[in-house]
């Protein structure tokens, strides 16, 4: 390659080099923003975390500022910013109940949120410190509380959708996870989140279909909002079955050391994934959750070789239950026993991750904190009895003065 060839190379990879950042600086200004600031809406289950991307801004802007109202003119605005060096949050990090000033992040003019609560309803603003709005969005964090766990194995169907005039209401599920197991049958669920069909709805929120938006939405009037409370989120349930992927084999030579060094005694018992170990108190609650997992993922838990499907252990299935799994794929253990000893299994998305082994003790000193949601519980208790014998005494003493005064009172005295 001679000079001459070289140099138009060059020039050729330089071109390109500078179109593709013209590309990429120019991505805003092929999505103007409106004249008029309309709301996107936006509905996720409690306990998720979703991105709300800044899709517009002028050119000259640098660094967004998002904004938080739960109404529309409300006095009361949250600010939510990066710009004072505030790290950003990880995943991981965040508690449950936490505010959500401690639960956000901003990367690339997109604002994400943690674990987000129905508390976190309400409208989101992307502008600039001085309070200039470029695009908005109306989200509604819909509970879990009240949800409905339908199983299509045991021939359940969803519910049906109603009718109130001209208000639609009905639910729309998102899309089946994978099997939450392989090489044995597991099972998989789509989450499906309240709807409404309306023509009442006010004009400035942004439609995916024509007048219908999510039940909790800021553009549904107060009184068809109340007409459409009932109808709770839900869980349509089936079974699966699916194959495991193939391993990659072990080294022969290790597995020769191995049988080498084990061959005195017994083969020691080798974990498939990583186990950590816990020791409880008996009569305390546990929630154990699966790393990285999050509650639209496909997870499941197993006892030892005791399969946890959802059918017998999801929560509300059976109010009585002692060891169950709630919404967020969280699995409960209250009061426990010496019986709940053993390791217990996560799978996320079909593979299993990772083991807990579980002790139970009756010994140990666990420090007093009233964060602990027992501790909390068994005060309220004492104090409400403490306060039903005061108001017993008190009644029984008011009594017999009154009918001392009255001269109407008995001796009960000996």
């Known amino acids: 390659m001679n000079l001459a060839q070289a140099t138009v190379l060059l020039w050729v990879l330089g071109s390109l080099q500078a179109f593709e950042i013209v590309e990429k600086e120019n991505i805003f200004q092929r999505t103007p923003c409106p004249a008029f600031l309309m709301f996107d809406n936006a509905a996720y289950l409690a306990d998720m975390s979703f991105e709300l991307p800044c899709h517009c801004k002028p050119e000259e802007v640098s660094a967004v500022v998002w904004y938080y109202q739960k109404h529309l003119g409300s006095g009361h605005t949250k600010?939510?910013?990066?710009?004072?060096?505030?790290?950003?949050?990880?995943?991981?990090?965040?508690?449950?109940?936490?505010?959500?000033?401690?639960?956000?992040?901003?990367?690339?003019?997109?604002?994400?949120?943690?674990?987000?609560?129905?508390?976190?309803?309400?409208?989101?603003?992307?502008?600039?410190?001085?309070?200039?709005?470029?695009?908005?969005?109306?989200?509604?964090i819909q509970s879990s509380e009240g949800m409905v766990a339908t199983f299509k194995d045991q021939g359940q169907e969803?519910?049906?959708?109603?009718?109130?005039?001209?208000?639609?209401?009905?639910?729309?599920?998102?899309?089946?996870?994978?099997?939450?197991?392989?090489?044995?049958?597991?099972?998989?669920?789509?989450?499906?989140?309240?709807?409404?069909?309306?023509?009442?709805?006010?004009?400035?929120?942004?439609?995916?279909?024509?007048?219908?938006?999510?039940?909790?939405?800021?553009?549904?009037?107060?009184?068809?909002?109340?007409?459409?409370?009932?109808?709770?989120?839900?869980?349509?349930?089936?079974?699966?079955?699916?194959?495991?992927?193939?391993?990659k084999k072990i080294q022969e030579g290790v597995m020769a050391l191995f049988s080498y060094v084990s061959k005195v005694g017994s083969r020691p018992w080798l974990p498939q994934v990583p186990i950590q170990f816990h020791q409880q108190r008996l009569g305390h609650g546990l929630i154990i959750s699966c790393p990285g997992a999050r509650p639209e993922h496909a997870v499941a838990w197993d006892k030892d070789h005791q399969y946890l499907y959802r059918t017998q252990y999801l929560k509300g299935v059976n109010w009585s239950m002692r060891v169950f799994i709630d919404h967020g794929n969280h699995l409960h253990i209250r009061f426990t026993q010496l019986e709940d000893r053993g390791i217990y299994y996560c799978w996320r998305q079909g593979v299993r991750i990772a083991g807990v082994r579980l002790g139970v003790t009756s010994r140990g000193r666990y420090p007093v904190s009233f964060s602990n949601p027992e501790i909390r519980a068994a005060l309220v208790l004492t104090l409400i009895g403490y306060l039903l014998i005061t108001a017993v005494f008190i009644t029984i003493h008011l009594c017999r003065c009154c009918c001392y005064l009255f001269r109407c009172c008995p001796n009960f005295s000996p």
């Open 79 to 140: 600010v939510l910013t990066d710009f004072d060096g505030r790290v950003l949050t990880e995943a991981a990090q965040v508690r449950v109940g936490s505010d959500m000033l401690v639960r956000f992040s901003i990367h690339m003019f997109s604002l994400l949120v943690f674990r987000a609560q129905p508390e976190d309803s309400g409208l989101y603003f992307c502008g600039t410190r001085k309070g200039d709005y470029f695009y908005a969005y109306d989200v509604d």
């Open 158 to 247: 969803p519910f049906a959708d109603e009718y109130h005039g001209s208000l639609h209401v009905f639910t729309t599920f998102w899309e089946w996870t994978p099997c939450d197991r392989c090489g044995v049958r597991g099972e998989q669920w789509r989450i499906g989140l309240c709807y409404l069909q309306s023509p009442d709805l006010s004009p400035r929120y942004r439609k995916t279909l024509p007048d219908v938006v999510s039940c909790g939405s800021r553009a549904v009037p107060r009184q068809l909002r109340a007409q459409a409370s009932n109808h709770a989120p839900e869980l349509l349930v089936r079974s699966c079955l699916v194959p495991c992927e193939k391993k």
